[in-house]
């Protein structure tokens, strides 16, 4: 069956470092693979779309890497700062624009 | 930035009774859906609706659901008998094109239902 998993329910990190979070999935192939934010009480926010023809995509601070080989993306935040402290959502998209999301990682950002 | 509307943000019912959650997605998107997120667990899709008509549907959304568009700008969902197990938070989204020319969902900020 399709599955996907983000790599841990709970990222820590300190202020300023870089954070990475993983989507890694199964038995899928999507068309797109994009990065929402929740925050707690709030519908998910669209951060950024990758493409399967793309290798890497940056907004800002944010980067997203998509290997369709070992199925996974890589989602980094870099100089993170507490603002960015929030549940962060990847979602496969299929080419009829449903999109499947994973569980989510919390990631905090301590000062 | 254009908003998706949700209303109510919070709605309580009693099990078995008939609930009705409305969306307004952004005026010129054509694709509309429904998704839920059960405390603590992750968002999953319930419909998707183009054209006035469910384009796709999850094992979730059984008979008792349904969708509408009763005009040119409401969407709504409909749960007819309520089960304690569809107490969640329910989010509406749109996007203006669709298949070949995939962009970003906008979410409305839910309603939270409690069925008690």
């Known amino acids: 069956s399709q599955k996907i998993e983000q790599n841990s329910e709970a990222l820590n990190i300190q202020e300023g470092k870089t954070a990475t979070l993983t989507c890694n999935y199964t038995?899928?192939?999507?068309?797109?693979l994009q990065w929402y934010r929740q925050d707690p009480g709030r519908g998910p926010v669209f951060l950024l779309l990758i493409r399967e023809n793309e290798k890497e995509k940056r907004k800002e601070r944010l980067k997203v890497t998509f290997d369709t080989t070992l199925k996974q993306s890589l989602f980094h935040i870099t100089a993170s700062q507490p603002a960015d402290s929030a549940t962060y959502l990847c979602a496969l998209v299929t080419n009829a624009g449903k999109s499947t999301f994973g569980d989510g990682t919390t990631l905090t950002v301590k000062p | 930035e254009p908003e998706v509307t949700q209303t109510p943000s919070h709605q309580v019912t009693q099990m078995g009774q008939e609930v009705i959650l409305r969306c307004v997605p952004i005026?010129?998107?054509?694709?509309f859906y429904w998704y839920r997120q059960i405390l603590g667990q992750k968002v999953e899709f319930l419909v998707s609706?183009?054209?006035?008509?469910?384009?796709?549907k999850s094992e979730i959304f059984d008979d008792q659901f349904s969708v509408e568009r009763p005009d040119g700008s409401n969407f709504t969902l409909k749960i007819r008998s309520t089960k304690l197990e569809d107490s969640a938070m329910y989010f509406c989204a749109s996007r203006r094109l669709g298949t070949g020319n995939i962009e970003k969902l906008f979410f409305g900020s839910g309603t939270q239902l409690s069925v008690l």
């Open positions: 038995n899928y192939s999507p068309a797109y």
């Open positions: 609706f183009y054209n006035n008509e469910i384009s796709e």
């Open positions: 005026s010129n998107h054509l694709y």
